[in-house]
């Protein structure tokens, strides 16, 4: 059975960190990519950053340089590590496993999804 649990969100204010872990199960991240998404009320999804199977990182524009993706095989874990956080980071983040290349963002469609950690950046 295939599952992606978040965690590591949280209150921060700007300009602070968090790091956010992604544990998957059900396949393993050597043939999966797996994305980080966010979404604010009231606006689309959107793609943050995104881990291929061979190692490959992809960033949205808004995040490059701030944000680092990285994973763990042996903890079956992506993690994002996110710097220099600003008030308009702030949405529920996701996770989610990559199953084909498609038409979607960093280049794939996605079939499993986290049920997403809040991050809030306030002073």
């Known amino acids: 059975q295939v599952q992606l649990v978040e965690s590591g969100g949280g209150l921060v204010q700007p300009g602070g960190s968090l790091r956010l872990s992604c544990v998957v199960s059900?396949?393993?991240?050597?043939?999966?990519?797996v994305a980080w998404f966010r979404q604010v009320p009231g606006k689309e999804r959107e793609g943050v950053s995104c881990?291929?199977?061979?190692?490959?990182?992809h960033y949205v524009e808004s995040v490059r340089g701030r944000f680092t993706i990285s994973k763990d095989h042996a903890k079956n874990t992506v993690y994002l590590q996110m710097n220099g956080l600003k008030p308009e980071d702030t949405a529920v983040y996701y996770c989610?496993?990559?199953?084909?290349?498609?038409?979607?963002?960093?280049?794939?469609?996605?079939?499993?999804w986290g049920q997403g950690t809040q991050v809030t950046v306030s002073s």
């Open positions: 881990m291929t199977a061979n190692g490959y990182e």
């Open positions: 989610a496993r990559a199953r084909v290349y498609g038409s979607g963002w960093f280049g794939y469609e996605y079939d499993y």
């Open positions: 059900g396949f393993t991240l050597d043939h999966h990519a």
